[in-house]
């Protein structure tokens, strides 16, 4: 398997323009979660779901953040219109259930809001 | 939730063991401990975890004390290649019923030649 597949991998866009994160989960898994990494606050959880279904959006930092998963193999975080504080890596992970089983992360989403 | 603490870093020589501590003295009786470790900018990678008994796998072994209040993982024969940040994480179970991982900041890890 190729693995959680994230894109773009960079994105350098302007404040107020809308951008639009990608993620195709490892083939199989049901739970798919995005996480946001700056050096300020860390790796923070911003929603997951399960079988296309949000379950706990409670990370996400506000209305200019939206998820959707339309379907097992594809889904998007948007953001709009975007901040110069939203600069961040944003991961996506998959994973097989979510009693012991793992988390696989994919490769990230390096944004810059100039 | 739970929280983690960690040494923000650490060196280890090369082909030496790497022990890694964590603090979690807040943990529940049902939440697990996972490490997992970030190379560079990559995505982080799992290494193993944990929930009261000792574990081990290819790549690490983890210890929990008996008051389940903080672990250590061991890489037993450190490489260049282990260079990396390593995070402890305790997955919680919240209120709404469901799982999420609460990462702590972690331990950078230098190996040295």
């Known amino acids: 398997d190729a693995g959680v597949i994230q894109s773009p991998r960079h994105e350098v866009t302007e404040m107020g323009q809308e951008v639009t994160l990608r993620c195709k989960p490892i083939s199989g898994h049901d739970y798919l979660f995005w996480y946001r990494q700056t050096m300020m606050r860390g790796l923070e959880l911003l929603i997951y779901f399960n079988n296309n279904v949000p379950i706990d959006d409670s990370g996400m930092p506000e209305d200019r953040f939206s998820a959707k998963m339309p379907n097992a193999s594809f889904s998007t975080l948007k953001i709009q219109p975007s901040e110069p504080r939203d600069s961040a890596v944003y991961f996506c992970?998959?994973?097989f259930g979510a009693g012991q089983e793992t988390q696989y992360f994919g490769p990230g989403t390096r944004l810059l809001v100039l | 939730d739970a929280k983690t603490t960690q040494p923000p870093s650490m060196d280890c020589a090369e082909g030496r063991a790497a022990n890694l501590p964590c603090n979690h003295s807040?943990?529940?009786?049902?939440?697990?401990v996972y490490w997992y470790r970030q190379i560079h900018s990559q995505g982080p990678q799992y290494i193993i975890h944990g929930l009261k008994n000792n574990e081990t796998n290819e790549m690490a072994s983890l210890i929990i004390t008996e008051d389940r209040k903080s672990s250590t993982l061991i890489l037993p024969h450190a490489t260049l290649r282990d260079t990396a940040v390593y995070y402890c994480i305790v997955r919680v179970l919240t209120t709404s019923g469901t799982y999420k991982y609460i990462f702590g900041t972690g331990t950078r890890l230098k190996v040295l030649a």
């Open positions: 807040t943990i529940s009786g049902n939440e697990y």
């Open positions: 992970a998959s994973s």
